[in-house]
């Protein structure tokens, strides 16, 4: 931060502008981006070996003792700039820059692969990951803050501007010996693979990780959409500082201040995501925070000259100047939200790579998201500093990179249509409805098992796919697969269409087929075996088809009612549904009862269970 003030704001600090290599502000920023990336692409490989074969909270105190002696450097060129050869000074500045994105691409494959050893229980990797990513851009406010004020706050309380960068000097030191202090504090763990055989030629090592990455669609497109985002985070903080002194007329301050807000919104949405995600990883979320970067992106793009900035020769707008202006919080609540949306797309995908990554191997799975991430970084930085050099304003670049967006986030919604569709049911049920789930716990967390539950309404589906966060599949009337609109989404759900007319043996036997094959893949089958909604309220006979799914495949089963949506708009209540109105937010229940085992488990028993569980209910309709 203290080079890009000084780049930025040369006039102003050191009395002259001031340039490296011929470079200005836009282009140097970008510049040092690129550096920052470059080392994640080269080294990040061997050092996910490295951290999983050594103990990694003895890797992390080495780590952060480099810094210490990397921020020495830096202060000492901080001091040749204030010394008069502040073009010296950005040089040397720039070579640290890389040596820092070396020490942090050999610290980051620690940073998250130590995680899931510290954090153990079920439920816990989510918010830790939340944490870690809150505290990391708290980090960044604070650093560019921190840096502004060092720097800058001498010559605003009357003292001469160069004390500025001394002050400065002597913060990264401080800061280095703070973070070395704080990694001699962190727990003590085992190396996880202490006989693995570190490879130290980074390119065939690079190559290793990327074909474990490759090997399995999953995590190749975790890995991918996690780039993007970071090549995504690189542009927008490459081009805030020059689009707020050059678009908005602004100070160094509101840079700042831009920078602060955009840190707090990561935080903010990541620490959201670890509560919306209830203790569970809910890629669902992905396809959210993937939207959310889209509008807030391009209405970024659309309104980011809200007005004429000063002349050349006037006086920059300071923050409170900027904040005065009704039209700047637009500008706000856009860089808030759009951060926030990051962190919410963000999270899971991190804890998605952890809790899948094989045990010893987490630590090279980062070290290969680094190595992606530096790829799309770089690609990305360069991209904006050609753009930036053809003529295209920042505001430009904002509305290309939106287009990009729209890309992303249909790809991620094409790629997680399971999980999205089962995060939009759980936001339309809690927005819509008060719904109550009991007993979620009974439902087995790992192995096959048949989930039934009474049918009341058109709607019974979308409370059970709130309800029920384990891959699940459906099995519904195959009529419903035959309306356009519903039926799209009833095929990207996967469910299983089924018919009760024994006409049509074939769908018969098709469904029946599916559901084998589901349970035998060690997953969960819900339907609803009185095969038809009621026209009065009360429990229909259960179908013998579920005598014939227990026969072929005996799995646990799970039983569930369903209260309070008999006489809502989508029952049958009084003849026909959508019929009724009534008011908003209705109470609902779903209560899960004890599984049972397949040797009890007789079509007559488990429809004695349901109706216990629907008639224990005392709030009913």
Not at 260 to 274: D, E, K, Q, T
Request: charged share 15%.
């Amino acid at each position: 931060m203290g080079l890009i003030l000084l780049v930025t704001f040369g006039d102003d600090l050191v009395g002259r502008p001031v340039s490296v290599f011929g470079l200005g502000a836009a282009e140097l920023n970008t510049i040092g981006g690129l550096l920052l990336m470059l080392p994640f692409l080269l080294f990040s490989a061997v050092s996910g070996q490295v951290a999983d074969k050594v103990a990694k909270h003895r890797m992390m105190r080495s780590v952060k003792l480099a810094e210490v002696v990397l921020m020495v450097g830096a202060a000492g060129a901080l001091i040749v700039a204030s010394l008069g050869a502040p073009e010296l000074a950005g040089a040397g500045l720039l070579a640290l820059i890389f040596l820092l994105g070396t020490q942090s691409a050999v610290f980051g494959p620690i940073k998250y692969s130590i995680l899931p050893q510290l954090l153990p229980k079920p439920g816990e990797l989510v918010a830790g990951n939340a944490l870690v990513e809150t505290g990391t851009y708290l980090a960044v406010l604070l650093g560019g803050i921190t840096a502004t004020v060092l720097m800058v706050g001498p010559r605003d309380v009357g003292l001469p501007p160069e004390i500025g960068l001394y002050t400065l000097a002597g913060g990264v030191v401080g800061f280095a010996l703070i973070g070395w202090w704080a990694a001699r504090m962190n727990p003590a763990v085992p190396a996880e693979q202490p006989d693995l055989q570190v490879r130290w030629d980074p390119i065939r090592t690079t190559v290793d990780v990327a074909r474990v990455v490759t090997a399995r669609r999953d995590l190749l497109l975790a890995v991918l959409a996690n780039s993007w985002f970071w090549g995504l985070a690189a542009c927008l903080l490459a081009l805030t500082p020059s689009w707020s002194a050059n678009t908005l007329g602004a100070d160094e301050w509101t840079a700042t201040g831009i920078n602060a807000v955009f840190s707090i919104g990561i935080g903010v949405g990541s620490l959201l995501c670890a509560q919306l995600s209830r203790g569970r990883i809910e890629l669902g979320l992905v396809s959210l925070g993937a939207s959310g970067l889209l509008v807030f992106l391009v209405d970024l793009g659309v309104g980011g000259a809200p007005w004429t900035p000063p002349a050349a020769d006037a006086a920059r707008l300071g923050l409170l100047d900027v904040l005065s202006r009704p039209a700047a919080w637009r500008l706000v609540m856009d860089l808030v939200l759009l951060a926030a949306s990051g962190g919410i797309f963000m999270v899971p995908l991190y804890s998605y790579l952890l809790d899948r990554g094989a045990e010893g191997e987490r630590a090279r799975l980062i070290g290969a998201l680094n190595v992606m991430t530096a790829v799309f970084m770089v690609g990305a930085l360069a991209v904006v500093f050609g753009l930036l050099a053809a003529g295209l304003s920042e505001r430009s670049i904002f509305l290309v990179l939106g287009l990009v967006q729209a890309a992303i986030t249909a790809l991620c919604i094409v790629a997680l249509p399971v999980p999205t569709m089962r995060f939009v049911a759980e936001g339309l049920i809690r927005v819509f409805y008060r719904p109550r789930f009991a007993n979620l716990d009974r439902i087995p967390a790992e192995g096959p098992a048949l989930l039934i539950c009474n049918h009341v309404s058109y709607i019974d589906f979308v409370v059970l796919m709130a309800a029920v966060r384990r891959r699940h599949r459906f099995v519904i009337w195959h009529a419903f697969v035959d309306i356009p609109a519903f039926g799209f989404l009833a095929r990207n759900y996967h469910v299983i269409p089924i018919n009760s007319d024994p006409k049509d043996r074939r769908t018969i036997v098709k469904a029946f087929k599916e559901i084998s094959e589901t349970l035998r893949q060690g997953e969960l089958v819900i339907l609803f075996p009185e095969g038809a909604l009621p026209y009065e309220q009360g429990l229909q006979p259960f179908m013998r088809g579920l005598d014939l799914i227990l026969k072929r495949d005996p799995v646990p089963v799970v039983p569930m009612a369903l209260n309070g949506l008999w006489g809502s708009p989508y029952s049958r209540k009084g003849g026909r549904a959508f019929k009724s109105v009534r008011g908003p937010k209705r109470r609902i229940w779903l209560t899960v009862g004890e599984p049972v085992p397949p040797s009890d488990a007789t079509r007559e028993r488990l429809e004695e269970e349901v109706r216990a569980l629907w008639t224990s209910m005392p709030d009913r309709p």
